[in-house]
Nanobody, 124 residues
């Protein structure tokens, strides 16, 4: 079982930046894709972006394309979410998740392990 711990959330003004980190336990981190999801109050958890096991393939939801960047460091068992030009609508709890496969997926059902989340609040 993979254990995931997110960090880096906080309060930021609109237009600002945050970098989230997700540290994974276990020696097989480099074999599976990773995803970032978010959940705002009263809304369903949604896919933000994902990265393949090698880091060569990334994908994003349309609303964050050009503003968010996912990367990973397999030597450190860590995946990152760099968030720039933040908007109030980005406010949510952000979760990282370990995929069942080497690629990421937009479907929550394709992830085997989840972190507890980190709060991101963007003020206007």
């Amino acid at each position: 079982q993979v254990q995931l711990v997110e960090s880096g959330g906080g309060l930021v003004q609109a237009g600002g930046s945050l970098r989230l980190s997700c540290a994974a336990s276990g020696r097989t981190f480099s074999t599976y894709g990773m995803g970032w999801f978010r959940q705002a109050p009263g809304k369903e958890r949604e896919f933000v972006g994902g990265i393949s096991w090698s880091g060569r393939t990334t994908s994003y939801r349309d609303s964050v394309k050009g503003r968010f960047t996912i990367s990973r460091d397999n030597a450190k068992n860590t995946v990152y979410l760099q968030m720039n030009s933040l908007k109030p609508e980005d406010t949510a709890v952000y979760y990282c998740a370990a995929a069942l496969y080497g690629s990421s997926s937009v479907s929550r059902d394709d992830y085997k392990s989840w972190g507890r989340g980190t709060q991101v609040t963007v003020s206007s």
